[in-house]
């Protein structure tokens, strides 16, 4: 190591020791410091890791959390960053935390990395793998629209060819994908049914070679599916990894079937089974046996937002944090599996980080809440009269949406 890497790295540890003591939060400041004094401090703290790269519109923090889960399981000083500070000062953050000097054996480190940082990371860090989870619309006032992430995510990967890459097989998006890299592809392989087409504002559904609406012998949800175009010959790439069956499916837990075994998974709805088969993969690759996966794809806490239980006096409050219409929709689509009766209380507010732009909210099926039998609804946060206008055009009466106008800063 440099001396100024050195010295960088040390005064960062010491920052995030000092940080940690005075206050209980400041994830990303440590980092924002030592990189003040060395750009590529990143390059040398990182260096005796194996790194693993999770990265994606939806999905990155619960599969981050599976994948540490599974991987402790041989590995028991994994580390990862937890806190979801994402961008560049919040990975470098996550080094120093647990950077030891005198420490000469490999570790291993799963990151979850935002879409628009991966570039600055790849430039330093060079993963032994990458996990792509999907690409929806998200926050268009800082992405724009989804070629334009993929892009971001292509240029990340290609910093870094050696990386093995591990793909949702099931998003046409990522197929024909111009990287260097090797690829690996995971997907669900269900019974397939009669040909149908995505609905039309699923992201991503037309051929890229004929420019033909793709067929579909399932979908998912939006446009996630075993994907074929009837006009050439373009079609889902062949899977590695596969789920073969949802056995069971509560709003809080799934068993499932992942290459004809069996597997418990502690997190609820459809989209988090393609987050627990990542997760699969990434164990596969690495040596786990099947019983280490078992064990680690049960989750023994719950991820901060994602389906965690809150006790509030007599209320057990359910979290699920979203950002984007395919996203609102499979928490819609899991909290309709709830088997008692429940309120909501829907909460917005619209800072850079969680997206300027909160027109998206016109594309989320409300109409579907609005069939559930809901005897309270409640709206707050910064820009709680657009969701209420928004509950109401769905067909709730403005007379039964509660208000809280709270500040959620």
Known sequence: MSLRSKMAAVVGKTVYLTVQKLTKGGSSFPGRVALKLDPAVLQEISRNYEVIIVTGTNGKTVTSALMHNVL????PDTISNSTGANMLQGITSTFLKNYQPSRKEKRVAILEVDEAS????TKYVKPRAMVFTNVFRDQL?????VYTTLKLMVDGANLTPETTLFVNGDAPIFHDMAVKNPVVYFGFDLEKGEAQE????????LCPHCKKPLKYNFITYNNLGDYYCASCEYKRPELTYRLNEVTRLTDQEADVQIDDEPYHLTVGGLYNSYNAL???AIGREFGLTTAQIKTGLVLDQAVFGRQEAVQVGT?????????????FNQAIETIGLHDEAFSLFLLMNNHYADGIDVSWIWDVNFEKLAEMPIPNYNVGGERYYDLGVRLNVAGIPEEEIGVVQLSMA
């Open 72 to 75: 402790k399981q041989a590995h």
């Open 278 to 280: 990542s997760a699969y």
């Open 315 to 327: 209320k057990r409050v359910h979290v699920i944090l979203v950002k984007n219409p395919v996203g």
């Open 118 to 121: 991966l570039t600055s990371i």
């Open 198 to 205: 995505a609905q039309t504002n699923a992201t991503a559904t």
């Open 141 to 145: 006032d800082r992405y724009g629209e």
